[in-house]
């Protein structure tokens, strides 16, 4: 595994393992009530700042393969933000022969 995939794979283990032990605990420690809430917020805006991170970087070091003609695709943020995926499989656009797959990521770098 190369040292980007690695890094953001440990971004997404470290944000998800603290997600739910920061939403267990609040759960578990503050009565319920305005203050719960805003915890829950604040928690889930903590942990899923490191998860748009890891997706940037996850876009910034690989291209996805069109199943259809085998065009490497390169999304931008915003198309792998809005993009379905499944794994590090997604539905892309391809530009060349325009067919929507899912794309299979394959790591350039
Ligand atoms: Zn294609």
């Known amino acids: 595994m190369e040292k980007n995939?690695?890094?953001m794979?440990?971004?997404l283990g470290v944000s998800v393992t603290g997600l739910f032990a920061g939403l267990l605990?609040?759960?578990h420690w503050i009565p319920e009530g305005p203050w719960l809430l805003a915890a829950?917020?604040?928690i889930c805006i903590v942990f899923l700042i490191p998860c748009f991170y890891a997706l940037r970087l996850e876009v910034s070091t690989g291209a996805y393969r069109c199943k259809t003609c085998g065009h490497e695709i390169v999304p931008t943020y915003r198309e792998a933000l809005c993009a379905p995926h499944c794994g590090t499989t997604r539905y892309l656009k391809c530009p060349v022969?325009?067919?929507r797959t899912w794309c299979?990521?394959?790591w350039t770098k």
């Open 5 to 7: 995939q690695k890094a």
């Open 9 to 11: 794979w440990l971004i």
């Open 25 to 27: 605990a609040a759960v």
């Open 40 to 42: 829950i917020i604040g």
């Open 97 to 99: 022969c325009g067919k």
């Open 104 to 106: 299979k990521k394959i």
